[in-house]
């Protein structure tokens, strides 16, 4: 499996921006698709947006279209989620992903985790 560390998070106004890094342990065959869901309390745990570790095109949830957007650096084996125009229903616990096979919306086809980073929006 690969060892993620996500970062990035902390407590922000609505309408701010924040960054969120997840670095890889490694690069692994097979590993083509990387992830971020969010879990907030109350909520199951949601696909926030995917990427595979090549690029190339990013696929969001529907509710942060246009505001987030995930990207890669092969380099440092590392993907970020740029999130911009924060509401309040941004806030949870973000989770970094990877292992899956395709670029899924389904957390059971992901086979690593990383350890959450918590996103608090205010209004």
Known sequence: QVHLVESGGGLVQAGDSLRLSCAASERTVGVYAMAWFRLAPGKEREFVAGSS???GRGY???NVVGRFAISSDN???TVYLQMNSLKTEDSG???CAAGA???SRLYEDYKSWGQGTQ???SS
Request: cysteine-free; glycine content about 6%.
């Open 53 to 55: 570790w090549s690029g």
């Open 60 to 62: 969001y949830a529907d």
């Open 75 to 77: 380099a440092k084996n």
């Open 93 to 95: 616990v973000y989770y």
């Open 101 to 103: 096979s395709y670029i």
């Open 119 to 121: 996103v608090t929006v």
